[in-house]
């Protein structure tokens, strides 16, 4: 879980299938660490969403 994450990229260390986007902006959500591999876009204002097994976030600057 992430909490007024920073712009980038951020990685767990073991996978999130859940994702609640409480921000302003479009985030990406991954499934290899370093967001690599493929990915899923969540809106902003998302309640908890089903997006698998992921890995990694990233964030806009």
Request: charged residues 5%; glycine residues 8%; hydrophobic residues 35%.
């Amino acid at each position: 879980m992430f909490n007024n994450p920073t712009a980038g990229c951020h990685s767990t260390t073991s996978a999130f299938t859940t994702v609640t986007n409480r921000t302003d902006v479009f985030v990406t959500v991954y499934q290899g660490a370093q967001c690599q591999g493929s990915s899923l876009v969540v809106a902003p204002g998302t309640i908890p969403m089903q997006v698998g097994d992921r890995l990694s976030v990233s964030i806009p600057s």
